[in-house]
């Protein structure tokens, strides 16, 4: 039985195929790591963002402390206690 040179370039292109894939595997779970760690990256840029532009203010007349953060569009109080504050971070309204 003769085997015709197309099928024979077939197997041949198959069996290097084959062994190129089991020897250099995929770069894609480098590159989706890779993917990961920049989107990790830029999060954490934007909550050191959000997290410094936190302004802490003390009420006097109620002896309450506030997170004050303004992004431009919205703006977000909240309350937190106010010994939890560092003293150079916190504003005294008057």
Known sequence: MKISPA???MVVVALVATITLLYFPSEGPKTDRA????RRE????SINKIVGA????KDPRAGVCFAYYWNGRNQNLSTVPCESIPPHLLTVAQ
Request: charge should be negative; hydrophobic fraction near 40%; glycine fraction near 0%.
């Open 7 to 9: 099928i024979w370039i």
């Open 35 to 38: 993917q990961e760690e920049t």
């Open 42 to 45: 830029q999060h954490l840029q």
């Open 54 to 57: 936190i302004e802490y203010i």
